[in-house]
């Protein structure tokens, strides 16, 4: 539960606007924003090398934001004939709603998050 909060405080609470908006464009940004997301992880006393997994990984994921990817490459398992142009903005095909596939692309960067920092804090 605390590395669900910790991630939740990190992630919405302590993200400005001007790192939401640049957090993509330049990796300084993306580091900037990992930086402020991952200092709350210092409460649960994590190891170095798992606060650096948290810490990169978050910036990585965001910079990159590899939640459309993971979308894509599962919708393409149904549907073979996808085409990446038509799904870049958020892995789903444009035709969707943007409302829904905005929210189910956060959710699966939000889960990309925990899985890696409950890995990090279990295992290292």
């Known amino acids: 539960m605390e590395q669900l909060i910790i991630h ?13 908006v640049n957090k993509t464009k ?7 924003h990992a930086i402020v997301y991952s200092l ?4 649960l006393s994590p190891s170095v090398a798992a606060f650096l997994v948290i810490l ?4 990585v994921i ?11 490459c599962k919708n393409l398992v149904t549907d073979p004939s996808l085409k990446w142009e038509d799904c870049k903005g958020t892995g789903f095909h444009h035709s969707r709603p943007e409302w829904l596939t905005v929210w189910l692309m956060n959710i699966t960067d939000n889960t990309m998050h925990l899985a890696i920092n409950y890995a990090a804090l279990r295992w290292l």
Do not use: C, E, N
Request: no cysteine; glycine share 2%; charged share 20%.
């Open 8 to 20: 939740l405080f990190g992630d919405y609470v302590t993200q400005t606007d001007w790192m939401a």
């Open 26 to 32: 330049r990796w300084y940004m993306a580091f900037i």
């Open 40 to 43: 709350p992880f210092l409460l």
């Open 56 to 59: 990169i990984s978050h910036a």
């Open 62 to 72: 965001d910079k990159l934001r590899l939640a459309r990817y993971v979308i894509f």
